[in-house]
């Protein structure tokens, strides 16, 4: 069965510390891989996403990803980051197969000054 | 250009009543999808639409259903409410399968 995986659900990181956020994903074929993030009390925005080339895709606000297809994981990540990055990520993983989307159960990022 | 529009922002309903709420995606966007929002689940896919057809279904009973119109809006029902439905429902739109969504801001909905 398709299932995405986000291990943590909370990640404390100071600000200007590099920052981590882990997804892994269990779908047949290629997926498209993707990051949403939800501010408080906003809608949720697209931040990047894998289709297809590069294993490093750059993103919204400074973020990227890393997809690794042997441990099925995309990774979100940031080399320095903000007490405004503190928000709740989602990753979402579209099976090309079955053409739904699932998403992670959320994680929430705190970056504290 | 204006977001994704979804009414009403809250409702309060009581167990057993039913519930109908709307989505208008941005202008040119012929994709809509529907998505439930609870703290202890995350995003759990509802339905999506693509040209007024449904083009996927989650795993969600029969008591929730939904349709899109020719101008590409979309309404979400559900029928006999429960109160495992409170939750936060999310519509989203794109402009074809597969690209990056844009979601509105939710329907609050809360089943006493």
């Known amino acids: 069965a398709q299932s995405v995986a986000q291990p943590e659900d909370q990640v404390n990181v100071a600000e200007g510390n590099p920052l981590t956020v882990k997804c892994t994903y269990s779908v047949s074929g290629n997926p498209y891989l993707f990051w949403y993030v939800q501010y408080p009390n906003r809608g949720l925005q697209f931040l990047l996403k894998?289709?297809?080339?590069?294993?490093l895709v750059k993103g919204s606000y400074g973020f990227e990803a890393e997809f690794n297809k042997s441990q099925t994981s995309f990774h979100l990540k940031k080399p320095s980051a903000l007490v405004s990055d503190s928000a709740l990520y989602f990753c979402?993983?579209?099976?090309?197969?079955?053409?739904?989307?699932?998403f992670g159960t959320g994680t929430r990022l705190q970056v504290f000054p | 250009k204006a977001g994704v529009t979804q009414t009403p922002r809250y409702l309060i309903k009581t167990r057993g009543q039913q519930v109908t709420l709307s989505c208008s995606p941005i202008s040119g966007h012929r994709s809509v999808s529907w998505y439930q929002q609870t703290p202890g689940q995350g995003l759990q896919f509802l339905f999506e639409?693509?040209?007024?057809?449904?083009?996927n279904k989650g795993n969600f009973p029969g008591r929730f259903s939904g349709r899109q119109f020719s101008n590409s809006r979309s309404e979400m029902n559900v029928s006999t409410l429960e109160l495992g439905d409170s939750a936060l429902y999310l519509c989203?739109?794109?402009?074809?399968?597969?690209?990056?969504?844009?979601f509105g801001s939710g329907t609050q909905l809360s089943v006493l």
């Open positions: 639409y693509f040209s007024e057809t449904q083009r």
């Open positions: 894998y289709i297809t080339g590069d294993n």
């Open positions: 989203a739109s794109s402009l074809v399968i597969n690209e990056k969504l844009f």
């Open positions: 979402a993983v579209r099976d090309r197969d079955t053409d739904k989307l699932i």
